[in-house]
């Protein structure tokens, strides 16, 4: 084979993976804008999974898929050495006795009124029927699919607020976080809706009083 060939092989497997990178209806040149010309909308949850779900309980997931549009469900086996990594080891917690983690789906292109509400319900809902399946206090999350949820940071927001979803994310290990981020950002300046928070500053405790004499 030419280099020349080889090279005209190269071009096409390009365009190939350029085609299937962008929706069928959008030339590639869309690529070089820097903005999608589309728009897609998603919600995502997570759970991890310590005993079997029973046959009962699978064919009661199956049922709710077929009432979604877009349904997506991902199973990720653990276990091996992921199991061998004690849960203090680092933040990521969910080590021993975990079965596999899921990840749920649902996306969706229209903006009509109301097409955000029918899938992010549906979601919901599935969320709550795999609660009996599934881990308990807590009922542990993947950080990496950011479930808003599970709560959101506000003005004000305390350590006993943020623990529910520091616990469902980091177990025992969110304590120790918080205590390093109050060390190493205690400005609070990396922040979003479910960053670690900072520890109420501690109040001074006998502070000087001036005294009157009449």
Known sequence: MSVETRLYRNELAQIGALHRSVPCQCPPEVLLQGKPTF????????????QPIPQNGLEGLWKRLLQE?????????????????????????????????????TSWGDQTKGSDAKHIDWIRSLYDYMASYVSKSPREAYVNYRDLDLGVNKNGTTFRQ???????YFKNNFKRLVQ???????????????????????KKKGGSRK???G
């Open 39 to 50: 728009k897609n909308y998603f919600k995502a949850k997570s759970d991890f999974v310590r």
């Open 211 to 213: 005294s009157h004499h």
């Open 180 to 202: 390093v981020k109050a060390k190493v950002d205690p400005d609070n300046f990396f922040r979003h809706e479910q960053s670690i928070p900072l520890l109420p500053k501690s």
């Open 162 to 168: 943020a623990s529910v979803w520091g616990a469902k």
């Open 69 to 105: 549009d877009n349904p997506i469900v991902i199973f990720n086996p653990y276990g091996g050495m992921m199991g061998k990594i004690s849960e203090s080891a680092i933040p990521f917690p969910h080590r021993k006795g975990i079965l596999f983690k899921v990840m749920y789906v």
